[in-house]
Protein backbone atom coordinates (compact mmCIF):
# COMPACT_ATOMS: atom_id res chain seq x y z
CA UNK A 1 0.00 0.00 0.00
CA UNK A 2 0.92 3.44 -0.97
CA UNK A 3 2.03 6.07 1.47
CA UNK A 4 -0.68 8.69 -0.22
CA UNK A 5 -3.20 5.45 -0.08
CA UNK A 6 -2.12 5.18 3.55
CA UNK A 7 -2.63 8.68 4.49
CA UNK A 8 -5.99 9.00 2.67
CA UNK A 9 -7.05 6.19 3.98
CA UNK A 10 -5.85 7.95 7.63
CA UNK A 11 -7.69 10.83 6.94
CA UNK A 12 -11.27 9.19 6.33
CA UNK A 13 -10.88 7.47 10.11
CA UNK A 14 -9.36 10.45 12.05
CA UNK A 15 -10.63 13.61 10.15
CA UNK A 16 -13.90 14.79 8.98
CA UNK A 17 -13.99 15.71 4.95
CA UNK A 18 -15.58 18.55 2.85
CA UNK A 19 -19.50 17.28 2.79
CA UNK A 20 -19.03 18.70 -1.13
CA UNK A 21 -16.71 15.87 -1.71
CA UNK A 22 -18.58 12.93 -1.68
CA UNK A 23 -21.30 13.64 -4.59
CA UNK A 24 -24.00 11.60 -3.27
CA UNK A 25 -26.90 10.96 -5.32
CA UNK A 26 -29.67 10.29 -2.92
CA UNK A 27 -28.92 12.37 -0.06
CA UNK A 28 -28.02 16.04 0.54
CA UNK A 29 -24.70 16.37 2.98
CA UNK A 30 -24.27 19.73 4.84
CA UNK A 31 -22.05 21.05 7.29
CA UNK A 32 -22.66 24.30 8.89
CA UNK A 33 -20.58 25.36 11.92
CA UNK A 34 -20.99 22.89 14.72
CA UNK A 35 -24.02 20.71 12.58
CA UNK A 36 -23.97 18.28 10.00
CA UNK A 37 -27.73 17.76 8.27
CA UNK A 38 -28.04 14.83 6.13
CA UNK A 39 -31.29 15.15 3.88
CA UNK A 40 -33.01 12.44 1.96
CA UNK A 41 -33.13 13.62 -1.19
CA UNK A 42 -35.96 11.63 -2.72
CA UNK A 43 -39.20 13.75 -2.86
CA UNK A 44 -40.61 12.57 -5.90
CA UNK A 45 -40.65 8.72 -4.10
CA UNK A 46 -42.01 10.23 -0.34
CA UNK A 47 -38.17 9.87 0.50
CA UNK A 48 -37.94 6.24 0.57
CA UNK A 49 -34.68 4.53 0.91
CA UNK A 50 -33.13 2.35 -1.62
CA UNK A 51 -29.99 0.38 -1.45
CA UNK A 52 -27.86 3.64 -2.30
CA UNK A 53 -29.56 5.41 -0.09
CA UNK A 54 -28.71 3.61 2.72
CA UNK A 55 -25.14 2.97 1.34
CA UNK A 56 -24.21 6.84 1.45
CA UNK A 57 -26.00 7.16 4.69
CA UNK A 58 -23.72 5.08 5.79
CA UNK A 59 -20.70 6.61 4.48
CA UNK A 60 -22.23 9.92 5.89
CA UNK A 61 -22.40 8.62 9.40
CA UNK A 62 -18.30 7.62 9.50
CA UNK A 63 -17.42 11.44 8.16
CA UNK A 64 -19.65 12.90 10.85
CA UNK A 65 -18.05 10.66 13.62
CA UNK A 66 -14.69 11.40 12.01
CA UNK A 67 -15.20 15.02 11.89
CA UNK A 68 -14.00 16.71 15.22
CA UNK A 69 -15.72 20.22 13.81
CA UNK A 70 -19.34 18.59 13.92
CA UNK A 71 -21.00 18.14 17.35
CA UNK A 72 -24.65 17.68 16.40
CA UNK A 73 -25.50 15.39 13.18
CA UNK A 74 -29.22 16.69 11.94
CA UNK A 75 -31.56 14.23 9.90
CA UNK A 76 -34.31 14.77 7.66
CA UNK A 77 -36.02 14.77 4.34
CA UNK A 78 -36.24 16.95 1.22
CA UNK A 79 -39.98 18.94 0.74
CA UNK A 80 -42.28 18.85 3.57
CA UNK A 81 -44.31 15.49 2.42
CA UNK A 82 -42.10 12.83 3.68
CA UNK A 83 -39.43 12.58 6.27
CA UNK A 84 -38.80 9.44 5.04
CA UNK A 85 -41.29 6.21 4.14
CA UNK A 86 -38.99 3.23 4.70
CA UNK A 87 -37.92 0.69 1.67
CA UNK A 88 -38.42 1.71 -1.51
CA UNK A 89 -40.91 -1.03 -2.79
CA UNK A 90 -40.01 -0.84 -6.42
CA UNK A 91 -36.74 -1.45 -5.91
CA UNK A 92 -37.67 -4.48 -3.61
CA UNK A 93 -40.19 -5.86 -5.95
CA UNK A 94 -37.58 -5.56 -8.93
CA UNK A 95 -34.70 -6.67 -7.21
CA UNK A 96 -35.13 -8.26 -3.89
CA UNK A 97 -38.62 -9.77 -3.29
CA UNK A 98 -38.02 -12.55 -5.56
CA UNK A 99 -34.91 -13.54 -4.58
CA UNK A 100 -34.38 -14.44 -1.16
CA UNK A 101 -30.44 -14.19 -0.68
CA UNK A 102 -30.47 -10.62 -2.42
CA UNK A 103 -32.71 -9.59 0.39
CA UNK A 104 -30.70 -10.99 2.64
CA UNK A 105 -27.36 -8.93 1.01
CA UNK A 106 -29.61 -5.95 1.55
CA UNK A 107 -30.63 -6.31 5.14
CA UNK A 108 -26.89 -5.97 5.67
CA UNK A 109 -26.56 -2.48 4.70
CA UNK A 110 -30.20 -1.56 6.23
CA UNK A 111 -28.24 -3.21 9.36
CA UNK A 112 -24.59 -1.50 8.61
CA UNK A 113 -26.63 1.87 8.22
CA UNK A 114 -28.41 1.83 11.76
CA UNK A 115 -25.60 0.46 13.82
CA UNK A 116 -23.52 3.68 12.82
CA UNK A 117 -25.85 5.78 12.86
CA UNK A 118 -26.54 4.70 16.81
CA UNK A 119 -22.46 4.53 17.16
CA UNK A 120 -21.32 7.70 15.99
CA UNK A 121 -20.87 9.34 19.33
CA UNK A 122 -22.46 12.57 18.86
CA UNK A 123 -26.19 13.22 19.24
CA UNK A 124 -28.58 12.99 16.69
CA UNK A 125 -31.86 15.06 15.66
CA UNK A 126 -34.72 13.73 13.38
CA UNK A 127 -36.42 16.51 12.21
CA UNK A 128 -39.63 15.39 10.91
CA UNK A 129 -40.74 17.48 8.36
CA UNK A 130 -43.41 15.45 6.95
CA UNK A 131 -44.72 11.69 7.08
CA UNK A 132 -42.77 9.03 8.61
CA UNK A 133 -43.83 5.62 7.81
CA UNK A 134 -42.29 2.19 8.57
CA UNK A 135 -38.77 2.54 8.14
CA UNK A 136 -38.57 5.66 8.13
CA UNK A 137 -39.82 5.35 12.08
CA UNK A 138 -37.14 3.35 12.51
CA UNK A 139 -34.98 5.87 11.19
CA UNK A 140 -36.55 8.84 13.70
CA UNK A 141 -36.37 6.26 16.57
CA UNK A 142 -32.46 5.47 16.15
CA UNK A 143 -31.94 8.87 16.53
CA UNK A 144 -31.33 10.46 20.02
CA UNK A 145 -34.24 13.17 20.27
CA UNK A 146 -36.98 14.32 17.30
CA UNK A 147 -39.42 17.54 16.44
CA UNK A 148 -41.74 17.14 14.08
CA UNK A 149 -44.03 19.66 12.18
CA UNK A 150 -47.44 20.16 13.14
CA UNK A 151 -49.03 18.21 10.13
CA UNK A 152 -46.74 15.22 11.06
CA UNK A 153 -48.55 11.54 10.83
CA UNK A 154 -46.37 8.66 12.19
CA UNK A 155 -46.98 4.92 11.19
CA UNK A 156 -46.13 1.33 10.85
CA UNK A 157 -47.50 -0.48 7.69
CA UNK A 158 -45.59 -4.23 8.18
CA UNK A 159 -48.60 -6.42 8.99
CA UNK A 160 -50.31 -4.56 6.83
CA UNK A 161 -48.60 -4.49 3.69
CA UNK A 162 -46.61 -7.86 3.99
CA UNK A 163 -43.57 -7.40 6.13
CA UNK A 164 -42.65 -7.34 9.73
CA UNK A 165 -41.34 -4.07 11.25
CA UNK A 166 -38.03 -5.56 12.73
CA UNK A 167 -35.50 -3.21 11.78
CA UNK A 168 -36.12 -1.32 14.80
CA UNK A 169 -40.10 -0.91 15.47
CA UNK A 170 -40.81 -4.18 17.32
CA UNK A 171 -37.49 -3.36 19.09
CA UNK A 172 -37.78 0.08 20.15
CA UNK A 173 -41.24 1.07 20.12
CA UNK A 174 -42.14 -1.15 23.54
CA UNK A 175 -39.26 0.86 24.59
CA UNK A 176 -39.99 4.38 23.91
CA UNK A 177 -43.74 4.60 23.87
CA UNK A 178 -44.68 1.42 26.09
CA UNK A 179 -46.06 -1.71 25.28
CA UNK A 180 -49.46 -1.20 24.88
CA UNK A 181 -49.14 1.74 22.60
CA UNK A 182 -46.33 -0.16 20.71
CA UNK A 183 -48.80 -3.02 19.87
CA UNK A 184 -51.25 -0.82 18.87
CA UNK A 185 -49.15 1.26 16.54
CA UNK A 186 -47.70 -2.44 14.98
CA UNK A 187 -50.57 -4.36 15.10
CA UNK A 188 -53.23 -1.46 13.81
CA UNK A 189 -51.23 -0.30 10.94
CA UNK A 190 -53.05 3.68 12.15
CA UNK A 191 -50.77 6.74 11.75
CA UNK A 192 -50.67 8.67 15.07
CA UNK A 193 -50.84 12.42 14.65
CA UNK A 194 -47.90 14.54 15.97
CA UNK A 195 -49.90 15.70 18.93
CA UNK A 196 -50.29 12.02 19.92
CA UNK A 197 -46.50 11.29 19.29
CA UNK A 198 -45.47 13.86 21.48
CA UNK A 199 -47.64 12.62 24.04
CA UNK A 200 -46.45 9.05 24.14
CA UNK A 201 -43.16 10.29 23.96
CA UNK A 202 -41.94 9.26 20.62
CA UNK A 203 -40.60 13.16 19.74
CA UNK A 204 -39.72 15.83 22.01
CA UNK A 205 -41.61 18.74 20.61
CA UNK A 206 -43.81 19.80 18.00
CA UNK A 207 -44.37 23.13 15.83
CA UNK A 208 -45.18 25.03 13.14
CA UNK A 209 -43.46 23.84 9.74
CA UNK A 210 -42.53 27.63 9.91
CA UNK A 211 -41.03 27.23 13.12
CA UNK A 212 -38.98 23.91 12.40
CA UNK A 213 -36.02 24.87 11.54
CA UNK A 214 -35.64 27.37 14.36
CA UNK A 215 -36.23 24.67 17.01
CA UNK A 216 -33.72 22.35 15.45
CA UNK A 217 -31.43 24.57 15.31
CA UNK A 218 -31.98 26.26 19.37
CA UNK A 219 -31.93 22.31 20.01
CA UNK A 220 -28.49 22.01 18.21
CA UNK A 221 -27.31 24.98 19.94
CA UNK A 222 -28.50 23.00 23.64
CA UNK A 223 -26.74 20.34 22.52
CA UNK A 224 -23.34 22.02 21.65
CA UNK A 225 -23.12 23.43 24.77
CA UNK A 226 -22.69 20.50 26.53
CA UNK A 227 -19.60 17.99 27.38
CA UNK A 228 -18.51 16.18 24.07
CA UNK A 229 -17.19 13.28 26.07
CA UNK A 230 -19.76 13.22 29.17
CA UNK A 231 -22.04 13.33 25.80
CA UNK A 232 -20.49 10.36 23.96
CA UNK A 233 -20.66 7.94 27.23
CA UNK A 234 -24.05 9.16 28.06
CA UNK A 235 -25.26 8.15 24.99
CA UNK A 236 -23.10 4.63 24.91
CA UNK A 237 -25.49 3.76 28.50
CA UNK A 238 -28.68 5.02 27.32
CA UNK A 239 -28.32 2.49 24.09
CA UNK A 240 -28.20 -0.60 26.78
CA UNK A 241 -31.55 -1.78 26.39
CA UNK A 242 -31.63 -0.77 22.65
CA UNK A 243 -28.62 -2.05 21.90
CA UNK A 244 -29.45 -5.23 23.41
CA UNK A 245 -32.92 -6.04 21.81
CA UNK A 246 -31.62 -5.13 18.54
CA UNK A 247 -28.53 -7.14 18.91
CA UNK A 248 -30.55 -10.56 20.05
CA UNK A 249 -33.27 -10.23 17.00
CA UNK A 250 -32.12 -8.58 14.33
CA UNK A 251 -30.07 -11.18 12.83
CA UNK A 252 -33.07 -13.35 13.12
CA UNK A 253 -35.37 -10.87 11.66
CA UNK A 254 -32.57 -10.50 8.60
CA UNK A 255 -33.11 -14.55 8.04
CA UNK A 256 -36.93 -14.82 8.35
CA UNK A 257 -37.39 -11.68 6.32
CA UNK A 258 -35.20 -13.18 3.76
CA UNK A 259 -37.11 -16.58 3.49
CA UNK A 260 -40.48 -14.74 3.05
CA UNK A 261 -39.27 -12.28 0.55
CA UNK A 262 -41.73 -14.06 -2.03
CA UNK A 263 -44.44 -14.98 0.32
CA UNK A 264 -47.70 -14.90 -0.67
CA UNK A 265 -48.77 -12.35 1.75
CA UNK A 266 -45.68 -10.12 0.70
CA UNK A 267 -46.38 -10.16 -2.85
CA UNK A 268 -50.53 -9.38 -2.68
CA UNK A 269 -49.03 -6.36 0.01
CA UNK A 270 -46.88 -5.23 -2.88
CA UNK A 271 -49.34 -5.69 -5.81
CA UNK A 272 -51.64 -4.01 -3.59
CA UNK A 273 -49.37 -1.11 -3.44
CA UNK A 274 -48.41 -0.83 -7.05
CA UNK A 275 -51.87 -0.69 -8.28
CA UNK A 276 -52.93 1.50 -5.84
CA UNK A 277 -56.02 -0.70 -4.49
CA UNK A 278 -57.11 -2.16 -0.77
CA UNK A 279 -55.29 -5.40 0.17
CA UNK A 280 -57.81 -8.34 -0.21
CA UNK A 281 -57.09 -9.83 3.40
CA UNK A 282 -60.15 -12.16 2.76
CA UNK A 283 -58.44 -13.17 0.00
CA UNK A 284 -55.26 -14.16 1.93
CA UNK A 285 -56.78 -15.99 4.46
CA UNK A 286 -58.68 -17.99 2.18
CA UNK A 287 -55.66 -19.04 0.26
CA UNK A 288 -53.75 -19.26 3.42
CA UNK A 289 -56.66 -21.76 4.49
CA UNK A 290 -55.88 -24.05 1.11
CA UNK A 291 -52.17 -24.47 1.39
CA UNK A 292 -52.95 -26.01 4.45
CA UNK A 293 -55.35 -28.34 3.04
CA UNK A 294 -53.22 -29.24 0.64
CA UNK A 295 -50.47 -29.92 2.92
CA UNK A 296 -52.97 -32.56 5.02
CA UNK A 297 -54.12 -34.14 1.92
Not at 239 to 244: H, K, P, Y
Amino acid sequence: MTKTHTSTIAKDVFEGRDAADFGFERILYQKTGYTATITINRPEVLNCFDTLTLKELGQAYLDVAADDDIAVLVITGAGDRAFCTGADLKEQQDHILTKPNDYYKWMYSFIEMHDRLRNLGKPTIARLNGMVVGGGNELNMACDLAIAADHVTIRQVGAARGSVAAGGATQWLPLIIGDRRARQMLLLCEPIDAQTALDWGLVNQVVPQDHLDSAVAEMAQKLYNKLPECTRYTKQQLNLWRDFSWSMTIGHARDWLSSHAGHFETSEGLASFAEKRPMDYKKIREYAKKRKLKREE
